[in-house]
């Protein structure tokens, strides 16, 4: 069974792997199916599910949501993750890719997710990426709004550089509960540039997104030299794929993130997981840093 992690001082308690709905409308699956496969990943302990307003274009969380109407009982066992704040062009009225994070629209869009998931309330709901219009006393009012009414239990950011955490931060009573960032061998800028640090700091956990660098680790030559080291690292620890690998790779991080998996594939799901049971040792992970930056530290 995967571990439970608690995210914040006072914050929710998560799984330490999170299931990632961005590719739900990919997986082919009736309600029916996607409620058996939501069963089957409680049983592996996976309980916290991740999702945004705009995956799939607009349409992820409703499939869900038909899913949980099916088989209500399964809502109780789930933390529900959702995100806002981006408006793209998979609706008429969006003649560009924008960024939206005044306090009506997260209101609205809060309660929208609430009504596509089938649900009366949020575990947690997280600003989409930074907005260069935010105004932070703006997003705090409907934070603050939604969390009074109910809708919402907890709050948080996601791509947030540690300047602007805190600025929303600064605005808040309570903890922010998370920044979902991306981290993967292949994108390791967030390494070193204080995200993580300042999490550690606060004792925010992260959730990792992209941690198999949306495939391009399988299907970029470029990464050749990367996944030679992950397939030799994995020989060395016994693991059963490099995707284990690359999880207990970002598993080894202080800050503790949670990585997000993004298969609709039950097996993988079970062989991601396996990660937990892995320890790279200091030069292990090293190595994996060097063969994908293609070069050794300074």
Not at 49 to 54: L, N
Not at 205 to 224: H, I, Q, T, V, Y
Request: a negative charge; aromatic letters at 8%.
């Amino acid at each position: 069974m995967v571990q439970r992690i608690t995210m914040a001082p006072q914050g929710p308690e998560f799984s330490r792997f999170v299931m990632g709905y961005w590719r739900l409308m990919d997986w082919g699956m009736s309600a029916r199916e996607l409620a058996g496969f939501i069963e089957s990943h409680l049983e592996l302990g996976i309980t916290t599910v991740d999702h945004a307003d705009i995956y799939g274009g607009y349409q992820c969380e409703a499939a869900f949501g038909e899913a949980l109407k099916l088989a209500p009982q399964l809502r109780e066992r789930l933390e529900i993750v959702t995100k806002c704040g981006i408006a793209t062009t998979a609706r008429a009225e969006n003649k560009l890719g924008h960024y939206i994070t005044d306090r009506q629209h997260i209101i609205d869009s809060a309660e929208q997710s609430l009504k596509n998931l089938a649900t009366d309330y949020l575990d947690l709901l997280l600003i989409h990426r930074p907005d260069p219009l935010m105004d932070a006393d703006d997003i705090a009012e409907a934070f603050l709004a939604l969390h009074q009414s109910g809708k919402v239990r907890h709050f948080g950011v996601s791509n947030f550089t540690p300047r602007q955490f805190s600025l929303l931060q600064s605005r808040l009573p309570f903890t922010l509960t998370t920044n979902q960032v991306e981290i993967s061998p292949v994108h390791q800028p967030l390494l070193l540039d204080g995200t993580l640090d300042q999490l550690q700091q606060l004792r925010v956990r992260p959730m990792a997104w992209s941690c198999l660098g949306g495939g391009r680790l399988f299907n970029d030559e470029s990464f050749k030299p990367l996944r030679d080291e992950l397939e030799q690292v994995a020989k060395e620890l016994n693991a059963g794929s490099i995707e284990q690998v690359v999880y207990a790779w970002i598993l080894r991080l202080p800050s503790q993130p949670l990585p997000i998996i993004g298969s609709g594939k039950i097996a993988r799901v079970r062989s991601a997981i396996a990660a937990e049971n892995l320890q790279l040792t200091r030069q292990q992970w090293f190595r994996i840093r060097k063969a994908a930056l293609g070069y050794d530290v300074p």
